[in-house]
């Protein structure tokens, strides 16, 4: 005959046994879960370096004490001949010998206007539509500081404003003007002191007139025995322009920028990989590169990066150990946080409340961020993650299949 205390025993087996299946087909169909909703998101890989710029440039050579005006602005393309600078004996003859020219050209303009022929009063709604075209192409070259295209649209908008007097009217022709002109041309001549001696280039390339001293010393032979000391240097180091020199020419050849770059990162790149380098100059913000060369010497925790640039512009020629921003790829895609991504069966997903049910959906990662991944967007595969897809970023015994309590 059973006890009591055998039957008081069975009696709490049975009712652990009980309150057991219970609370497991509570997790099962009821445990909370805490979803987000997938959105796309679009993230651009970069780096913030400081770096080294290494050209192939040699200064100048030739001039003698005085007054340097250079008759272009740094980054002008220049050959064999070409004129770079102009030496006087004082300043007073450079200020005059610029208003010579400027009078000159002004000269030039007016004596080709009132040429025989040029019948300027039948065009003169066309010349005030090319007035109203030069106003708006100063202002927009002052907004970007572009002062050489300046200059050149200020001029073209004076010979258009003496073309319209002609066509209006305003005055029968400029030999007044120009009689003015020549007389103050001429007394201008007399006064400059003496000669001037014109310096020219030797060379093809890009004209500089910023000259630090390193152009000997960093040169592009020594890139691939450089260490990291003498990088990190280089880097460091302070640099001012030195007076004494005229300038510099910069071949048409590629020039680099060179960086130090914890290995851990380092190979992660790979030789050959484009990106682009932001230099933070206004319109001219981003250089194309392309990563010549890895090198982490032997005991070593950083890598020597050397990426090859080509484009060229007046403030890139002044830089020598500036701070950039590298951009490597850009990624679009569905973002997916950490807590969401699961694996399961060895495969890489996220599980998906779609409303009745739980359901397993894979990712194609393509970008790895800080505490999110990016997944290919494919709106074909719906066993893979979609958009707006309410994904499980919190929840317990998640299971493909699982029906979701509605209640």
Not at 169 to 191: C, H, M, P, T, Y
Not at 281 to 300: H, L, T
Not at 302 to 329: H, K, W
Request: glycine share 8%.
């Amino acid at each position: 005959m059973e006890t009591l205390s055998g039957k008081i025993l069975t009696a709490l087996m049975a009712l652990f046994l009980l309150i057991y299946v219970g609370y497991q087909g509570y997790r099962y169909y009821y445990s909370p879960i805490k979803t987000e909703t997938v959105l796309g998101y679009t993230v651009q890989d970069t780096l913030r370096v400081k770096g080294l710029l290494v050209r192939d440039e040699q200064p100048v050579e030739g001039g003698s004490s005085g007054v340097v005006a250079y008759f272009g602005e740094d980054g002008m393309k220049v050959t064999y001949g070409t004129p770079i600078a102009e030496i006087y004996a004082s300043k007073e003859d450079v200020t005059n010998k610029r208003r010579i020219q400027s009078l000159e050209e002004e000269l030039n303009q007016l004596e080709a206007i009132q040429k025989p022929g040029n019948n300027y009063f039948l065009n003169s709604e066309a010349i005030s539509k090319q007035i109203n075209e030069n106003l708006y192409a100063i202002i927009d070259c002052n907004e970007s500081r572009d002062l050489l295209e300046s200059a050149e649209d200020k001029a073209e908008l004076l010979t258009n404003l003496n073309k319209r007097q002609l066509a209006t009217g305003a005055v029968s022709n400029f030999s007044s003007k120009i009689d003015r002109l020549e007389r103050e041309k001429s007394q201008l001549e007399q006064s400059v002191s003496g000669g001037s001696q014109v310096i020219t280039s030797d060379r093809v390339g890009y004209f500089s007139s910023y000259v630090d001293g390193m152009e000997q010393e960093l040169t592009v032979d020594e890139l691939d025995v450089l260490t990291v000391d003498q990088v990190q240097g280089y880097i460091d180091g302070k640099y001012e322009q030195e007076s004494s020199e005229l300038g510099k020419i910069i071949s048409f050849n590629a020039w680099y920028f060179v960086a130090l770059i914890p290995e851990d990162e380092a190979v992660t790149w790979k030789e050959g990989e484009k990106l682009s380098i932001d230099f933070s100059i206004p319109d001219f913000r981003e250089v194309p590169a392309v990563i010549q060369s890895i090198r982490v010497p032997e005991g070593e925790k950083q890598a020597i990066v050397t990426f090859q640039c080509s484009y060229m512009c007046p403030q890139l020629t002044r830089l020598r150990n500036p701070s950039v921003q590298l951009n490597f790829g850009m990624y679009t895609g569905l973002k997916i946080p950490d807590q969401a991504v699961r694996f399961v069966d060895g495969e890489r997903g996220v599980y998906v409340n779609t409303g009745s049910e739980i359901k397993f959906k894979t990712i194609d990662v393509i970008y790895e961020g800080a505490g999110f991944v990016l997944s290919a967007i494919d709106e074909y595969n719906q066993n893979q993650v979609q958009w707006f897809d309410d994904i499980v970023v919190k929840g317990t015994d998640l299971q493909d299949g699982k029906p979701v309590d509605q209640g």
